[in-house]
T-cell receptor, first 113, second 112 residues
Framework: DTGVSQDPRHKITKRGQNVTFRCDPISEHNRLYWYRQTLGQGPEFLTYFQNEAQLEKSRLLSDRFSAERPKGSFSTLEIQRTEQGDSAMYLC???????????FGPGTRLTVL | EDKVVQSPLSLVVHEGDTVTLNCSYE??????LLWYKQEKKAPTFLFMLTSSGIEKKSGRLSSILDKKELSSILNITATQTGDSAIYLC????????????FGKGTKLTVNP
């Protein structure tokens, strides 16, 4: 396993549709993070999993957003009823606990029309 | 609120120049400071700094942390066009998720 992978790389959707993104972390990493990055900004933390448990969510994560990591391996991030303001790059990162470095995937670029 | 500020936001230099990028932070529980390079895709890891005054070096890139001044610098010597990218500074918050708080980044353009 060479790194974090994400799918799809690009997604264009119409306002009001639901979208789901997938992240596959580095295989031995127990920690998984989702971040969102808009143009001209650094990534902003959305949520964090340790194994299958979602332990922290940012207040940026509205009720329309839900994330899962069912078996402590891959994770999905779903956005319901997308809005134009959801257009951003969604980045996934993983790390080995205890201060391990977070390594990022290539991201999913979402465009909401 | 935890905050990371980078300067300058944008920098244009000629190949061969040396550049210094700055990062300052105000956070509640500091664990480490990280530098990433981003080229139209995912941030790629450069350095993690936890101790003040110890320089980390990788080729033409080096970085140092000053915990007294709550800041870090990233130096790039003999810049090349391939160094053109956004350089992101992030602080890892101790406790709980150990999430990263990022600055806005410095966009470096190296012209031939």
């Amino acid at each position: 396993d060479t790194g974090v992978s994400q799918d799809p790389r690009h997604k264009i959707t119409k306002r009001g549709q639901n979208v789901t993104f997938r992240c596959d972390p580095i295989s031995e990493h127990n920690r998984l993070y989702w971040y969102r990055q808009t143009l001209g900004q650094g990534p902003e933390f959305l949520t964090y999993f340790q194994n299958e448990a979602q332990l922290e969510k940012s207040r940026l994560l509205s009720d329309r957003f839900s994330a899962e990591r069912p078996k402590g391996s891959f994770s999905t991030l779903e956005i319901q009823r997308t809005e134009q303001g959801d257009s951003a790059m969604y980045l996934c990162a993983s790390s080995l606990g205890g201060g391990g470095t977070q390594y990022f995937g290539p991201g999913t670029r979402l465009t909401v029309l | 609120e935890d905050k990371v500020v980078q300067s300058p936001l944008s920098l244009v230099v000629h190949e061969g120049d040396t550049v210094t990028l700055n990062c300052s932070y105000e956070v509640t529980n500091f664990r480490s400071l990280l530098w990433y390079k981003q080229e139209k895709k995912a941030p790629t890891f450069l350095f993690m700094l936890t101790s003040s005054g110890i320089e980390k070096k990788s080729g033409r890139l080096s970085s140092i942390l000053d915990k007294k001044e709550l800041s870090s610098i990233l130096n790039i010597t003999a810049t090349q066009t391939g160094d053109s990218a956004i350089y992101l500074c992030a602080v890892e918050i101790q406790g709980g998720s150990e999430k990263l708080v990022f600055g806005k980044g410095t966009k470096l353009t190296v012209n031939p």
